[in-house]
């Protein structure tokens, strides 16, 4: 008697979908490499298919990451492609300029350069929107452009290479036989749960999302709150880029992070994150990139025609952003897989008692001129 509404609240949790997604996804893999799910050791490292989704799909994790936050206060940030590529130039081709490129200490401040014209990516973005008040895709999308250009100014238009044994270590090395990225992945994701979840910052952004006038009016320092995650985002943006130059030892100002910014905002939206801002599921993100890199491996593995792959891996979005969706399950698997879930970040929330009582009169609405 209590299995289906046990059964029922489990399809109803806003992460339920895209984990079932995930699932198939990786179930789909099986029959084209039947040792899909196998990892094996070698030289005291640990290689398999599954170990390579998360490796590949770190620098997503990150930016979606970011992405997530700036989505909660109702922005978006399409910069995040460019930024990768100005830190992976600005760090290699400061790297490749030492004596010593393997020097920890020229690596160290390599990287703290990179890091640090992100972080003024970041500002920029933060300081046009909550300042200045231009719609957030616009703002962004001036380094989205200009980015790639100063990215290629860096490395004179030619792919630097580099030979860093410490700087290899961030996107290519091993660490406890697990890739490193997988640490600073992990590292970056507790930090930035424990922030927003443990804290009061998490609810500070989501009344930003919600109502920033509101918020404002209420004691909430909005500007300085959109200025921070838009740092955030661009800080998670550059340490991905430090993983992508590091795996490949080069730095591609053309390349290196191109359309990422999409796959961030569809691991987000995939999450359950709205992109009407408020409520945001850090977790969700997380799964949202997963799906996103199980299904770039998936289309590799089972031989999908390379002209073809975008238009696969769209069709398949669609299906996880239906499958969200409650009027779309209810109309295909019934009202009891439509209703919501009313779940924390779930969008939105399930109807009570309270909700359907019919008030007598309208509560007065205060205008700010």
């Known amino acids: 008697m209590t299995t289906t509404p046990r059964w029922r609240a489990l399809t109803q949790h806003h992460l339920f979908w895209p984990v079932a997604v995930l699932v198939a996804l990786l179930l789909i893999n099986v029959p084209f490499t039947p040792d899909f799910f196998s990892i094996r050791m070698t030289d005291g490292h640990l290689y398999g298919s599954l170990v390579s989704i998360v490796l590949f799909g770190s620098p997503l994790i990150l930016v979606a990451v970011g992405m997530t936050l700036v989505i909660a206060t109702g922005g978006i940030d399409l910069s995040v492609g460019a930024v990768v590529a100005i830190t992976g130039a600005l760090t290699c081709s400061y790297i490749s300029d030492q004596a010593d490129q393997s020097a920890l200490s020229a690596v160290?401040?390599?990287?703290?350069?990179?890091?640090?014209?992100?972080?003024?990516?970041?500002?920029?973005?933060?300081?046009?929107?909550?300042?200045?008040?231009?719609?957030?895709?616009?703002?962004?999308?001036?380094?989205?452009?200009?980015?790639?250009?100063?990215?290629?100014?860096?490395?004179?238009?030619?792919?630097?290479?580099?030979?860093?044994?410490?700087?290899?270590?961030?996107?290519?090395?091993?660490?406890?036989?697990?890739?490193?990225?997988?640490?600073?992945?992990?590292?970056?994701?507790?930090?930035?749960?424990?922030?927003?979840?443990?804290?009061?910052?998490?609810?500070?952004?989501?009344?930003?999302?919600?109502?920033?006038?509101?918020?404002?009016?209420?004691?909430?320092?909005?500007?300085?709150?959109?200025?921070?995650?838009?740092?955030?985002?661009?800080?998670?943006?550059?340490?991905?880029?430090?993983?992508?130059?590091?795996?490949?030892?080069?730095?591609?100002?053309?390349?290196?992070?191109?359309?990422?910014?999409?796959?961030?905002?569809?691991?987000?939206?995939?999450?359950?994150?709205?992109?009407?801002?408020?409520?945001?599921?850090?977790?969700?993100?997380?799964?949202?990139?997963?799906?996103?890199?199980?299904?770039?491996?998936?289309?590799?593995?089972?031989?999908?025609?390379?002209?073809t792959n975008l238009v696969f891996k769209a069709a398949v979005v669609i299906v996880v952003c239906l499958l969200q969706s409650p009027k779309f399950r209810a109309k295909v698997f019934g009202a009891r897989f439509g209703s919501g879930s009313g779940a924390k970040g779930s969008g939105t929330p399930a109807a009570t008692p309270a909700d359907t009582t019919p008030t007598t009169a309208a509560a007065p609405k205060m205008e700010v001129s």
């Open 108 to 307: 160290l401040l390599a990287m703290g350069i990179g890091l640090l014209a992100a972080v003024v990516c970041g500002l920029w973005n933060g300081f046009l929107v909550a300042r200045m008040g231009i719609q957030p895709i616009i703002a962004t999308l001036i380094i989205m452009v200009a980015g790639r250009g100063v990215a290629q100014l860096i490395t004179d238009g030619q792919i630097i290479t580099i030979n860093s044994e410490p700087y290899k270590l961030i996107g290519g090395g091993y660490w406890l036989t697990l890739p490193f990225s997988i640490f600073v992945v992990a590292a970056v994701v507790a930090v930035t749960v424990a922030l927003t979840r443990r804290t009061a910052l998490g609810l500070l952004v989501e009344s930003v999302g919600g109502n920033a006038e509101a918020s404002r009016l209420v004691g909430i320092r909005s500007l300085r709150i959109k200025i921070m995650v838009y740092v955030f985002c661009a800080l998670c943006a550059g340490i991905a880029g430090l993983m992508i130059s590091s795996n490949t030892s080069a730095a591609d100002g053309n390349n290196a992070g191109l359309w990422i910014e999409l796959d961030a905002i569809l691991a987000v939206v995939i999450g359950g994150t709205s992109l009407l801002g408020g409520r945001f599921s850090i977790g969700g993100t997380v799964v949202g990139a997963l799906v996103i890199q199980t299904l770039t491996t998936t289309i590799y593995t089972i031989g999908v025609p390379t002209q």
